[in-house]
């Protein structure tokens, strides 16, 4: 299913509409007053400016930068052009959107959802079929070379697609279609990022990654399945803001949110520090809160953020409710044996390893923007795992 | 002389739905529903370790998880002879019970409604209120639906740890066993969730639209939301549009140690209820692309038929029960379960109106069953009991998503899963032709759907397969 994106124009009932062809990002020259800006949604939506400060401190918080960033995002904020934004379904569970529209804060889901829409919140897919191809291409070629991609899913080859079937083309199509003129491409999720489920043995479809039918791109991967909606919003909100791409490791992830395995702040740590684990469901250990390692936790080798910005709006996430982390965000964990086998083969524990060459993946960042490296690199990006593997106690 | 138009991608679903119609005389004399999106899970479930099904089956639907993972782990729990305790098998119901309020909550506001916001619809007398109540994205009663049920989930973070994609729920009971202080604060979350949908949705006390006992009492209800899709619903005569196939099944809701909250059964329109056999339940593949013969999930295969070759014209299979077609979802489950208001009007024929009022009773209903089953948890006791999966054996998990009846069927040899079948509520909702081509009941509700000159996506066709709640990502998985 597509989702055309947000179209200003469709929810500009009264000649609102001032943008009109492609948006120049890079032109600051360009006269503000033709060009839409997220805080002039903002308004539009019965906004407050003090709602709107309030939302600048918290994406800073959750982008991890310091309060003196606040008013520069609210700066850029108040002057960029917002950036349009396509979003595609593949072959997927829809569990991105759903995780996406229950952001923390209201404010945000509401700037992101103005921004950029779910097929649901669509008012011009209201109209399937035809018009909703039309609105896509209409979209693709009036923001050609200035809009991001967000994919969400991932398209299967076998039998030349037709697994995953939009408007009657295959999707792998319409991705690479809408990939063509794309500034960069946000791989929601495991599904686009490295293949989740569906591509796990013996993946009936062949269903890939998106960087494995797209190759020429900037690519952001946002794994987990789904991601947290905090995340999402962060990601989105900064490449939005600040038009340029987020700092990258190695296999593509922003190190905002992926710099630290869930071991690393996972309030349970102390536990795993002295031997005190759960060896069996509600045991008296488990009712102490004691480490989930013995049950098959996949924490010390998972790299995202649960630990720390949780769960539906901060409330908890799956350690805390008791059950071992899986590791979602990470690829193959579907075919690395059950997920209730201990981890192995962890070297990794104690110090932290010191940021590597990650930097370098960000090569592919579109330029200008605001410089935030110094402050996103405080953040520690500690190395990827591949050493690592699952015990094959049952194989 | 009749046409043929083709409707789709269907947007404000979840996932891909594509429908061929006949149209003659300004009406649709046959409907076909292609379910374009396959991924096998039942495949690369097989050879997986019998656990592992609690992991991978969530991932069939990301606004669902709850209702595949509680099957999953049901249908191990059989295999094993496993017994949840009481409290765990409580919270995991409450666990449930949330996620299917969640989406009968997403269905009204952010799927159902919006298409009442239409400009064809711009002389009706109720259409103001309409765009600012729902237009897509920007209106006012979908703003307030999208955070009630963010705040509503929180329960399901606290149990669950996150949704989508709980891992909370096991075949012996749930992980997480909630202390006093939890159980006070879900009280408190569940209150203010009542108040939204005394405020918002029915403008009324709840237990007064509960209490509801006849379609003429339903049709007087005036106040909130509730009100306002009613008045639309007389002024349209949903209740004439989209009838159903008349028969009603539901696996049952909410299993526990204090019984099931909604019955289990089968109801042929408004006839007395009468037991299920699950061993009637077979998947018909003659129209599906699917090869194979016509069988039992025990034994059924999937295995897709490459050549896409005709008369298969979609990815999902047929089940029928007995030979026959069953409509489920909310609805046919307050039918089974025998409420008057869900009688009367299965016995005018089902319809739009019907399937979407069905689901406001049961919202009303089933927010009382999430106060009950809460107050029932006892901190103190076990939340987990003691669950070996055998090597060798074979068990099925029945229940009810929100949108009807799911179920896994598994077997186990040599401590790997032998075989995973899954039917779920949309599979026999959106069910093709079978081998006596016989229309699913989405197919034969749309027949007679009326359609205006010049329309390409016909206003009356979006109602009727919109008030099934489809989930296609669930369909053929």
Known sequence: MIAVAFPLWSDFPNGMRRSTGPVDNTREDQPLSEIETFYDVMRRQGITRRSFMKYCALTATALGLSPSFVPKIAHAMETKPRTPVIWVHGLECTCCSESFIRSAHPLAKDVVLSMISLDYDDTLMAAAGTQAEAALEETIQKYKGNYILAVEGNPPLNEDGMYCIVAGKPFVEQLRHAAQHAKAIISWGACASYGCVQAAKPNPTRAVPVHKVITDKPIIKVPGCPPIAEVMTGVITYMLTFDRLPELDRQGRPTMFYGQRIHDKCYRRPHFDAGQFVEAWDDENARKGYCLYKMGC????????????????????????????????????????????????????GVEKNADQVGLAAAGVVGGGIALHAAVSALKSAQKKTQTSVSKEEA | MSTRLLVGPFNRVEGDLEISLDIDAGQVVAARVNSPL???????????????????????????????????????????GTIPTPDGARTAALLHAVENVSDHLTHFNLFFMPDFTRPLYADRPWYETAVDRFSAGQGSAARRAVEARAALLHIVGLLGGKWPHTLAIQ???????????????????LQVFRRYLEDTLFGAPLENFAALSDAQALMGWTTGDAGLFLRIAADLDLADLGPGPGRYMSFGAYPGPDGSAFARGIRMADGPVAPLDPATIAEDLSHAWMLGD???????????????????????????????????????????????????????????????????????????????????????????????????GQGAGMLEAARGALGHWLRIEDGRIAQYQIIAPTTWNFSPRDALGVPGPVEAALQGAPVRAGEDTPVSVQHIVRSFDPCMVCTVH
């Open chain 2, 38 to 80: 396959y991924r096998g899970f039942e495949r690369m479930l097989l050879g997986k370790r019998p656990e592992d099904a609690l992991t991978i089956t969530p991932r069939i639907c990301g606004i669902c998880s709850i209702s595949q993972s509680a099957a999953a782990a049901m249908a191990l729990a059989a295999a094993a």
């Open chain 2, 171 to 189: 075949p012996a009971g749930v992980t997480r066993a909630p202390s006093l202080r939890d159980k006070v604060r879900m009280g408190a979350t």
């Open chain 1, 298 to 349: 996949k924490g010390p080798t998972t790299y995202n953020a649960c630990s720390t910005v949780r769960w539906n709006e901060g409330t908890s996430f799956p350690i805390q409710s008791g059950h071992g982390c899986i590791g979602c965000s990470e690829d193959g964990v579907w075919d690395q044996g059950s997920f209730y086998n201990r981890v192995t083969d962890l070297t990794q524990f």
């Open chain 2, 294 to 392: 016509t069988a039992h999930p025990e034994t059924g295969q999937t295995r897709p038929d490459e050549a896409m070759a005709d008369p298969g014209y979609t990815w999902c299979k047929a089940p029928r029960l007995g030979g026959q077609t069953m409509e489920t979802g909310a609805f046919a489950r307050q039918v089974v379960d025998g409420h008057p208001l869900a009688l009367d009007l299965a016995g005018q024929g089902g319809s739009v109106l019907a399937r979407v009022a069905g689901r406001l009773l049961e919202l009303a209903r089933t927010q009382v069953v999430m106060e009950t089953l809460l107050a029932a948890i006892r901190p103190e006791e076990r939340f987990m009991g003691s669950h070996d999966t055998p090597s060798k």
